[in-house]
């Protein structure tokens, strides 16, 4: 059935930190080879090595720029002026709880599961009348290019509640990956949850909220920076890291530091 | 949006072709034996050749029927079931139209004339509601879709039904004597189609949505992208951020304007033979087209926002 379940018991989903992601696209690559290799059809390339690669993905990194709106007061503390940032912005299926694409699937491959409120597609059902994209505001949904059925995150359903699986490896791969520790998984049902807390804690925003979509995924906001944190990042580089580098030179112990100390003997 | 030929083809022509069957089954005009033969024909052919298009653009036409399942909360299938219902009541009502009433074609086997079947009216009847309810849902595929502002709006239904009425109006007006109606109808249709046209193109803006809005980081400053997720493109700027479409936007808007409603009245004014409907027809799907066309092409689909694209 593709009408919505009113409620959900847990609610399944991500926490962004985008003041943490570096924008390594890790997060997209280990979607891919998990995605690929597992959960429905492969996720396909076309022409891959060639002029118009195009192939399907779960997840995709964003990469904006953020100019603050200064007002006058904020100009006048130089210290405190807010500056231009830089925000990697990981961005897949947010599950949400009024789902949009769910509704409109004219075949019932579209649904939205009742125990964790994870959305899927059984795949088997899809006629890939590309409806339940149109309808998603976030792009979450990619017609593979090969198979013609939708492909969209499955927050991994195949990994997190996978008994063949080591337990540390029960979370969806995108999280297992991520070097920065930039992107968490769990329930949002539950107050006391590690995301429920990360998004109490730091404000978590929804996307477009104006769609009504109500997104379960939350994104962790990065902070303001300023000048004066720029510049405080610019005297550690220059002070710290520059002679910490320049001592490791100098005093590097055991066989490369003799090699070293005897190879500036030779002249 | 991309201005697939397949869906532009499904919704103008299967649009004209329950328009005439709306006005067949009611009645207007009433025609019999190889008159009726030619207009029902015209009919089918248009709406079945508009539904069969539709499917051309699945990934998985074999799996089509699946689409009839969820009448309840989605409206591609409603349309699905609602099409098919319609075809199917109508069908008796245009089989005695064309080969039992008097004089019918089934004389040709000794068939006319049956008596007994005045009741089957009832079924032309509820044949036109089903056709217009057809119409409707088609039309709510995309007005339902929030993510596309132009086209989430309440015109969208009315300007649909009225392309549907008028040109399947157009086509038997000098038959059934209904000239001055079915001009009324196509000038409001071409008012409406520049309201339409006038009202869309502040939705976006009036909706609300901007890259601080769907990146949530309005709250820290103005949002531009800095770097696209990938150096190619994919499905999504495929499918949702065409914006080739739009090039020849303003001279479109032009033909389709005239086309859809000035010409076909004018025919009809000064033409007053029957063929004058069919000609009025081909010069209404020109305009009809254009207007499809851009009633895609245009659309701005709010997925655009994450790649500083509209």
Known sequence: MTTLPATTEKKLGLAIDLDTCVGCHACVISCKEWNTSNYGAPLSDTDAYGADPVGSFLNRVHTFEVTPDLGEAEKQVIGETPIAQVVHFPKSCLHCEDAPCVTVCPTGASYKRTEDGIVLVNEDDCIGCGLCAWACPYGAREMDPVEQVMKKCTLCVDRIYNENLPEEDREPACVRTCPAGARHFGDFADPDSNVSQLVAERGGISLMEEQGTRPVNQYLPPRQKTLADLAAKNSGFQGGCGTALAAEAKDAPGFFGWLDRALDKMG | ?310
């Open chain 2, 1 to 310: 949006m991309h201005p697939a030929p397949s869906i532009i083809m499904f919704t103008a022509l299967s649009g004209v072709g329950f328009g005439l069957l709306i006005w067949l089954g009611l009645g207007v005009p009433v025609l019999s034996s190889w008159t009726a033969f030619w207009a029902f024909g015209l009919a089918y052919g248009l709406s079945v050749v508009g539904l069969i298009s539709s499917t051309l653009h699945l990934g998985h036409p074999e799996r089509a029927l699946k689409a009839f399942s969820q009448w309840r909360s989605s409206w591609l299938s409603r349309e699905g079931v609602v099409s098919v219902a319609a075809l199917l009541v109508m069908a008796p009502f245009a089989f005695w139209r064309v080969f039992l009433v008097p004089g019918g074609v089934g004389g040709l086997v000794g068939l006319d004339g049956l008596a007994g079947l005045e009741w089957l009216r009832w079924l032309g009847v509820l044949g036109a509601a089903l056709s217009l309810l057809t119409v409707i849902c088609t039309s709510m595929i995309y007005a339902q879709l929030k993510t596309v502002p132009r086209w989430n709006m309440g015109l969208v239904p009315v300007l649909f039904v009225l392309f549907s009425i008028s040109g399947g109006a157009l086509v038997t007006a000098p038959v059934a004597q209904t000239v001055m109606g079915t001009v009324v109808m196509l000038l409001v249709l071409t008012v409406l189609q520049w309201g339409y046209w006038r009202q869309g193109d502040r939705r976006f803006a009036a909706a609300g949505h901007s890259m601080e809005t769907a990146t949530g980081l309005g709250g820290i400053g103005s949002v531009r992208l800095l770097e696209s997720p990938h150096s190619g493109t994919n499905y999504l700027l495929r499918e949702m951020a065409f914006q080739i479409g739009r090039k020849h936007q303003r001279r479109l808007r032009l033909i389709a304007a005239v086309m859809v409603g000035l010409v076909p009245a004018l025919l009809l004014v000064t033409v007053p033979l029957w063929w004058a409907g069919l000609v009025a027809l081909g010069v209404h799907l020109v305009g009809l087209f254009a207007s499809r066309w851009l009633f895609f092409a245009e659309a701005e689909h709010v997925v655009g926002l994450y790649y500083g694209k509209r």
